[in-house]
């Protein structure tokens, strides 16, 4: 019944910066993780980030140290705030929630709700 909707893609040049956000209307779950994912094309779905019902965040190297995972609860809506834009950095975005949380589980095969993607481009 979640139906998570991304916004805040496009293109910008590196070094550069993006917001992303992740509605997630009808969210009522107490215990969740909540994360991005991103596939470029000919690649598997890589993870981003996550952020758990305790407020605990989760980086895959790669952006560590620049993209930020965040969630305004009154909202139901994630953001990930990414800094210092690289062209690998160039996917489709996907948002995704799971009724587990995070430190209980950690795959993709975690999430029972996927967005149907956000596309960010970083031009080399």
């Known amino acids: 019944q979640v139906q998570p909707v991304e916004s805040g893609g496009g293109s910008v040049q590196a070094g550069g910066s993006l917001k992303l956000s992740c509605a997630a209307s009808?969210?009522?779950?107490?215990?969740?993780?909540m994360g991005w994912f991103r596939q470029g094309p000919g690649t598997v779905r890589e993870f981003v980030a996550a952020i758990d019902s305790g407020g605990s965040t989760t980086y895959a190297g790669s952006v560590k140290g620049r993209f930020t995972i965040s969630e305004d609860s009154t909202k139901n809506t994630l953001y990930l705030e990414m800094l210092s834009l690289k062209a690998e950095d160039s996917a489709m975005y996907y948002c995704?929630?799971?009724?587990?949380?995070?430190?209980?589980?950690?795959?993709?095969?975690?999430?029972?709700?996927w967005g149907q993607g956000t596309q960010v481009t970083i031009p080399s």
């Open positions: 009808g969210w009522t779950y107490s215990s969740y993780c």
């Open positions: 995704a929630a799971g009724a587990v949380d995070c430190v209980d589980c950690g795959g993709a095969h975690c999430y029972d709700y």
